[in-house]
């Protein structure tokens, strides 16, 4: 290598060789590369204070940015009413893993269940004879459908209407009128 008048290197085209497999070194038929032209030594200066304030200059900025804050601009909602609700969220539907129960709950008003027992008073048997109407003990928490679905289910009768009360005693009694298609009376001598 030589060195000029200016104190700048300048770098000499080298001579690439290519081996061979036998060892020896033989020639490339490709070009040896251009030498780039020297910079001036201001300019070469001036570059290094441009990198050296590059980084500064991104420090100050990141420093003005974390001061400021990202939410410089947030305008407040105006509340007109002092409840707050909270914002409706995502509520995924329920996948177990495993069943919670090995068996399903049995239904435990049944029809055998809502249905205790016929009542025979004389009362009852005057209902059962002059209104088509049968009378039975029920389950507390049996309701006027319940009753109905019990009495297709057990007698394969319709009725019309149903009619509930409970007792002084806190025994409730079911009024069961058929349709005019059944005879209580009949019923009743044969099941009940």
Excluded: C, W
Excluded at 25 to 36: C, F, L, N
Excluded at 75 to 103: E, G, Q
Aim: aromatic fraction near 6%.
């Amino acid at each position: 290598m030589s060195k000029s008048s200016k104190g700048v290197k300048q770098a000499e085209p080298k001579k690439q060789t290519k081996t061979t497999p036998a060892g020896g070194a033989a020639k490339t038929d490709k070009p040896p590369r251009q030498a780039k032209a020297p910079k001036a030594a201001g300019a070469k200066k001036q570059s290094k204070k441009t990198t050296q304030q590059k980084p500064k200059e991104k420090a100050l900025a990141a420093k003005k940015a974390i001061k400021k804050g990202t939410r410089t601009r947030v305008l407040r909602k105006v509340r007109t009413t002092a409840i707050f609700r909270p914002p409706m969220t995502l509520r995924l539907p329920r996948n177990p893993k495993f069943p919670r129960f090995s068996l399903r709950h049995r239904n435990k008003l049944d029809q055998y269940t809502i249905i205790r027992s016929p009542v025979s008073s004389e009362s009852a048997m005057k209902k059962i004879e002059d209104q088509n109407t049968l009378v039975f003990y029920v389950h507390s928490k049996a309701n006027k459908h319940h009753i109905n679905e019990a009495v297709f289910k057990l007698y394969k009768v319709k009725a019309a209407k149903v009619n509930t009360l409970v007792t002084p005693k806190g025994k409730k009694k079911a009024y069961v009128k058929l349709t005019g298609d059944f005879d209580a009376l009949e019923l009743s001598l044969i099941h009940i």
